[in-house]
């Protein structure tokens, strides 16, 4: 069955750096694009990063951009998200979400547990 | 920050209908598909609808969902208690190259 494991997450100091991971497993990985978004505590879902398949086109949120980088490894069945910078506003929960090939829309049919980023002193 | 907005929160009594409204603007919702989420309480999002109106895998056909323009909407009918959850829309945006979601509603069974 496909499975999407984050991890990576942890307590980080503002300005500091952090790698979240998603192992994928259950599917062809390197046949779907792929998304990190993340859920402020209370608060809604922001969409962070997009990647396609050979990770030669990605997109980002403004809010990120300069901070953050989408990656992915299609040989570890992986993909990474690189944070620096790191805010207080940074704080959430962090998913990884696989964009659905059945349909044109920007959709994602299957998500990770996430992982908790806390960004404190 | 959300592009998209929904209302806060919905409610009705079990066996009765709510409906949802997102409304976004020729860049994202006109342009481009809608797809429409369910997050219950401690878990991650699950797809409901894609492509504005088709049910995603295993989905009920108690949800249902339109767009026209640059407003969308999901309808849920026969309420259950089961069905108490947050729930988003969500697009692409043509003008940021991103995606987007929206604010998120809370769906309460009375």
């Known amino acids: 069955q496909v499975q999407l494991v984050e991890s990576g997450g942890g307590l980080v100091k503002p300005g500091g750096s952090l790698r979240l991971s998603c192992a994928a497993s259950?599917?062809?990985?390197?046949?779907?694009?792929m998304t990190w978004i993340r859920q402020a505590p209370g608060k809604g879902l922001e969409w962070l990063s997009y990647?396609?398949?050979?990770?030669?086109?990605?997109y980002n949120a403004n809010s990120v951009k300069g901070r953050f980088t989408i990656s992915r490894d299609n040989a570890k069945n992986s993909l990474y998200l690189q944070m620096n910078s790191l805010r207080a506003e940074d704080t959430a929960v962090y998913y990884c979400?696989?964009?659905?090939?059945?349909?044109?829309?920007?959709?994602?049919?299957?998500w990770g547990q996430g992982t908790m980023v806390t960004v404190s002193s | 920050q959300s592009v998209l907005t929904q209302p806060p929160s919905v409610s009705a009594a079990p066996g009765q209908k709510v409906t949802i409204s997102c409304s976004g603007s020729n860049s994202n919702i006109r342009d481009n598909y809608v797809s429409w989420y369910q997050q219950l309480p401690g878990t991650a999002p699950k797809l409901l609808i894609y492509e504005n109106k088709k049910r995603h895998s295993g989905i009920p056909d108690r949800f249902s969902a339109s767009k026209s323009g640059a407003s969308a909407t999901l309808g849920i009918t026969g309420l259950q208690t089961g069905d108490e959850a947050d729930y988003y829309c969500?697009?692409?945006?043509?003008?940021?190259?991103?995606?987007?979601f929206g604010t998120g509603t809370r769906v309460t069974v009375l």
């Open positions: 259950g599917f062809t990985f390197s046949d779907y694009n």
């Open positions: 979400a696989r964009r659905a090939t059945v349909t044109m829309s920007h959709c994602f049919d299957f």
């Open positions: 990647i396609v398949t050979s990770g030669t086109t990605i």
């Open positions: 969500g697009t692409w945006d043509s003008s940021l190259t991103a995606g987007v």
